[in-house]
T-cell receptor
Framework: QKEVEQNSGPLSVPEGAIASLNCTYS??????FFWYRQYSGKSPELIMS????GDKEDGRFTAQLNKASQYVSLLIRDSQPSDSATYLC???????????FGTGTRLLVSP | DGGITQSPKYLFRKEGQNVTLSCEQN?????MYWYRQDPGQGLRLIYY???????QKGDIAEGYSVSREKKESFPLTVTSAQKNPTAFYLC?????????????FGPGTRLTVT
């Protein structure tokens, strides 16, 4: 079982819709969770971090964490074509100082 | 402006040559990392360093070497022993204290070996 799993997509949504990106992880006691956005040919950019159960909102982005079910999600409200990118989920397993990345979900937002 | 710089952006080498990729940060971060990304794949950790003069192997260290003589700098050498060196190489850094591990990435170096 992979440590961090994401559906590779592409996830296609129309402009203005809500995009929902999901990620599951295997280490039950992981404490730190991150979402990165990566445009084609560019480096990853940190867009959200979440550490406790529940929701965390930042502008159009909401990260949701459910430790009991071992999943973390990212909601993008009012999706824009400029949101089209690959979204990487990353987790720090307990006792480690390094991030473990999923392979990413490609999001396509059509005008 | 604080940030992470990587140079060069594109690098071309002949097979059998060693090549060194530069990574510099002025964020005063203690920890630095090197990742490799292949087309359609996730990031794989090559080496990381949490403090000057100390570094650890990541998941795919074979064929690579690093040094950490200064807090600001963490160069990566891709040696001729690396069997498939063509990839996108990403450097990242993070603070050790006061945060919970957020890593910030440089712009990357795209290496092509022929």
């Amino acid at each position: 079982q992979k440590e961090v799993e994401q559906n590779s997509g592409p996830l296609s949504v129309p402009e203005g819709a809500i995009a929902s990106l999901n990620c599951t992880y295997s280490d039950r006691v992981s404490q730190s969770f991150f979402w990165y956005r990566q445009y084609s040919g560019k480096s990853p950019e940190l867009i959200m971090s979440i550490y406790s159960n529940g929701d965390k909102e930042d502008g159009r982005f909401t990260a949701q964490l459910n430790k009991a079910s071992q999943y973390v999600s990212l909601l993008i409200r009012d999706s824009q074509p400029s949101d089209s990118a690959t979204y990487l989920c990353a987790v720090i397993p307990t006792g480690f100082q390094k991030l473990v990345f999923g392979t990413g979900t490609r999001l396509l937002v059509s005008p | 402006d604080g940030g992470i710089t990587q140079s060069p952006k594109y690098l071309f080498r002949k097979e059998g040559q060693n090549v060194t990729l530069s990574c510099e940060q002025n964020l005063n971060h203690d920890a630095m990392y090197w990742y490799r990304q292949d087309p359609g794949q996730g990031l794989r950790l090559i080496y990381y360093s949490q403090i000057v003069n100390d570094f650890q192997k990541g998941d795919i260290a074979e064929g690579y070497s690093v040094s950490r003589e200064k807090k600001e700098s963490f160069p990566l050498t891709v040696t001729s022993a690396q069997k498939n060196p063509t990839a996108f190489y990403l450097c990242a850094s993070s603070a050790r204290d006061g945060t919970r591990g957020e890593q910030y990435f440089g712009p990357g170096t795209r290496l092509t070996v022929t």
